[in-house]
């Protein structure tokens, strides 16, 4: 390849190092433009005009710009649909190829297809996984359908050069001079501004990275704890691509449990790729015919963190607060909501998805499915979390269920996991009446396991 001109398509992937596609494009052309679409299909669809994953994206882009311009160069911000101004602004610039780095999910796959059909030289590249769709099979050439194989065949492909850096060489990217467009306000996009938890953009991965680093080797024991920062916090820019995936496991090297929570990303972003019934239904057919008797009041108390159970309304009003969750909690969450509450998981599912900063498809989707005992390599639906029993192992001070549900802050710590054994002269010296400054538990955990059980008896 040899081009004077041609455009790397930023997508999910905002950065400028260890990126795939960019190195290829400026290994191989003159004159390099990045460019990035906000793309009006998705942003048409979403609820909420304060999304924080627009900020996050939108902030993060801006950073790409900034470091652009020390270079020279700038970013090509559009608004539309990609169909159309991808193959539109490679005749505009005159541009011989188009470089992009792949995506599975099935929305991409199709818009992909289309560009490609559009620009005469294309080339995309796996960049957000270190193996892609059928790249990792078993002894008969099919693909994988539990973890722990396929995390061992994994590790027995991984060589040196599979997460080796892919450095752009910035020397040459397009004069800013020559590129049209200029950077449209978070307004013009029809969104406003929203508070996020975390630094976005590439510098702000590269310092949670750093942040983390030394506390690598506690990982392993701390990683479960609600009440300590013990886990990396690279979920959301591992999701937009502003740190590699491929530099996490460098990192990662000889730290074996965070190795195999990255391998973990890999196994569900397989499974969406090579079984695509999962968006729509369980990956287990059969549970589709479950009929789940939970109702909207109970999914409503869910969501809103009313639910009288001290770590789910905890986790639930983090989220609804910053739009993250700790791995632990979502699980807490999710099997209450299907096993206590027999809410179907696609509700669960879909109010993730609407309000996750982290939200991608192949982990909402794996992580609910394995919850809900209805995924591939899921929970066996006889095992099924006491959200008690969790709150108490792994939030042993209950610090952060006082955090969100500062209501129980008075009462003594085995109170403040389980508030509904207080007498009324202990809750009327912790100032919190259960029933009215605190839900009573919204149904029976126990006597919901049961009929959990029997609902999956029924279908298998």
Known sequence: MDYHRAVCWIRRDIRLSDHRALAEATANARQVALAFVFDTTILDALEDRDDRRVNFIYDSLKELDDNLKKHGSK?????????????????????????????????????????????????????????IRDEILNLQGEPFKVFTPYSKAWKA??????????????????????????????????????????????????QRLREFLPKLPHYAE?????????TSGLSVHLRHGTISIRECFRAAE?????????????????????FPHVVEGAFRPEYNDIIWPGDDHAFEKWASGQTGYPIVDAAMRCFNA???????????????????????????????????????????NG?????????????????????????????????????????????????????HEATQFDQEAARCILGQDYPHPIVDHQEQKSKAIALFKVAT
């Open 222 to 230: 701390n990683r479960d704890c609600f009440d300590i920062d013990g």
């Open 75 to 131: 970013l090509v911000v559009l608004h539309g649909n990609p169909i159309v101004e991808i193959p539109k602004l490679c005749r505009d610039l005159d541009a011989e190829a188009l470089f992009f780095n792949e995506d599975v999910d099935p929305y991409a796959v199709k818009r992909d297809a289309e560009v490609v059909r559009q620009v005469k030289h294309t080339h995309s590249f796996k960049d957000h996984v270190v193996f």
């Open 322 to 364: 910053t739009g993250w969750m700790h791995n632990r909690l979502r699980m807490v969450v999710a099997m209450f909501l299907t096993k206590d509450l027999l809410v179907d998981w696609r509700k669960g599912e879909a109010y993730f998805a609407r309000y996750l900063l982290d939200f991608d498809l192949a982990q909402n």
């Open 157 to 206: 492909r991984l060589k040196p050069e599979d997460v080796a850096s892919y450095d752009p060489d910035l020397k040459n990217l397009w004069p800013a001079k020559d590129l049209p467009a200029e950077f449209p306000t978070l307004e013009h996009l029809g969104f406003e501004r929203n508070s996020l938890w975390l630094e976005p953009g590439e510098s702000g991965a590269q």
């Open 367 to 419: 992580g609910w499915q394995w919850s809900a005992s209805t995924g591939v390599d899921a929970q066996p639906y006889f095992r099924i979390f006491n959200p008690y029993l969790q709150s108490v192992k792994f939030d042993p001070d209950a610090s952060f269920i006082t955090k969100w549900c500062p209501e129980l802050t008075d009462f003594p710590v085995e109170f403040r996991h389980w508030p």
């Open 254 to 274: 000889g730290y074996e449990k965070w190795f195999n929570e990255l391998i973990w990303r890999e196994f569900y972003h397989m499974i969406l790729s090579q």
